[in-house]
């Protein structure tokens, strides 16, 4: 997988900040996570292409996560959009964008599918053999949902040197990682298990913005290899954390900790603090392996 | 007046360029008009304090016009304004903007008015002893006005020079520039017209965008002190500028010379265009004072 953070900060957009926004890269299909205004500027500046965006994921109908969509959608339209665009997000998005297309008299001219949100359990949103999609249900003050992502390794890792010196014949390799076993000239079998290491395990991305400190979530993220959380304040900013349903960094850190995750991402910082390091100090007080996020960062994993 | 263009490109912001935005300030007041995606990024990159805009002119419903204000709206509560905020635009924006607010639970802590248009002709939108301001019915695919701002100049200008020679009392400056006359301390009158400069033209400024070549709008900006046109396209795509009712470099320099203007703004270039000097010389076969706008450029008048 490939993260890369287009936005990260809380609140509106400023003159060196961006509002959340983030494209997961799973296999060649780009995710657009939440799309707050200026995500097209960003999307541009990160070189990444509008038309291989196919699904658009909001986490909640405040604007610092939406405000974006409008304008990303009438571009698609501009630059000549054919293919379908998914949309998952809080029941009243499709009225939303609906209203802001029609006052314009400017209709799509490619599908929009609206997918609203209602449910207050994890659900599935989308599967194929190489990835899944799934709800994290958020405590916010509106209808919140995080997302998880599951890449599929369906595939064993060949020992390509072994099966070289067995003289095995390359158009068997696919699928002897799919599972088969190997065939040499003379007729004989060599098991699969003696050509491949087991296969490996998903790998899984969990993002959580925005929420209050909510161990609820810790079952659906448990083992994952990253999770992005919400950090919108440091300690001495609990009680605003809990008044407006935001976490502080080391609530992030300790719900990484609980659920025992490999890589915890901080993101979502309020604008009212000029250095960013306290997050990551506070948050390692309570769990190692923090970085923060920054507008323009990749993550690899 | 001082104009500080914010955005002058049409359709969506990229990297490098904003959509339709800029603030015009008269006497202190600033106005906003237009409000593209991005633009209180770019409010904050030009230096203009958002709680110094009291009134928001929106042209019309395309996005590249409007997708920003949602966003400011909700930043303006986040800063905590408690002054209500004017809202000119076509009938359907109260509608849009309650509702993305209503989704997000982000009602303001100050009040917004609404002052929605439907009028087809010319209609006085604001007046005070400082300034005006009045549609401009614009011909584009959806319905559209722009705006014509007036500076009032109501002092006359004080011969200084001579009211001192003639020793009258500072006090009474402040009349004379009024329209009174001036009182010797032997109580000799000196007529107003000796003691001044006739009263100096209003200052005028037209916004036109966005609009087809369009004659009608020659009474109402005639002879103006700055025309910003909207010229879309080169003469090159001139086909396409009648299609989507936009208008060419030449046909607003056509417009500017008919209504006899002081200086033309050319704006809303497409994005097509990589270098826009040709917008330039082919404006300036018909009119000669034409300049190009740009984003963050500032214009004194």
Chains 1, 2 share one sequence.
């Not at 997961?24 to 990160?46: K, S, Y």
């Not at 196919?54 to 959009?81: A, M, N, V, W, Y």
Request: glycine share 6%; hydrophobic share 35%.
């Amino acid at each position: 997988m490939k993260l890369t953070i287009l936005g990260c900060f809380s609140a509106s957009p400023s003159k060196n900040s961006f509002p959340s926004a983030q494209i997961l890269e799973i296999g060649g299909n780009n995710f657009l996570i939440d799309c707050g205004e200026g995500t097209q500027i960003q999307l541009r500046r990160c070189g990444i292409k509008l038309n291989s965006i196919e699904h658009i994921f909001i986490s909640h109908l405040h604007g610092d996560h939406f405000f974006g969509l409008p304008g990303l959608i009438s571009t698609f339209r501009l630059l000549g959009r054919s293919k379908p665009l998914n949309i998952y997000g809080p029941k009243g998005i499709k009225q939303a964008i609906t209203l802001m297309l029609k006052l314009g008299d400017s209709w799509t001219n490619y599908e929009l599918r609206f997918n609203e949100l209602e449910d207050l359990k994890s659900i599935k949103l989308l599967e194929n053999n190489k990835f899944s999609v799934y709800t994290i249900p958020l405590n916010h003050r509106i209808y919140t949902n995080g997302f998880l992502f599951k890449e599929k390794k369906n595939e064993k890792k060949l020992l390509v040197d072994i099966a070289l010196k067995l003289k095995i014949d390359k158009t068997q390799f696919n699928g002897i990682k799919m599972g088969k076993d190997g065939v040499l000239s003379n007729g004989d079998i060599i098991k699969n298990s003696k050509l491949t290491e087991p296969k490996p395990n998903d790998i899984i991305y969990a993002y959580c913005s925005d929420t209050c400190y909510y161990p609820k979530i810790i079952d659906l993220i448990n083992e994952c290899d990253i999770l992005y959380h919400e950090s919108t304040f440091l300690d001495k900013h609990i009680e605003l954390a809990n008044r407006t349903k935001h976490s502080t960094a080391k609530q992030a850190a300790e719900i990484a900790r609980l659920a025992n995750v490999k890589k915890l991402i901080l993101g979502h910082f309020s604008s009212r603090y000029n250095n960013l390091n306290d997050f990551q100090s506070q948050a390692q007080e309570v769990f190692n392996n923090v970085e923060l996020a920054s507008d323009g960062k990749v993550f690899y994993f």
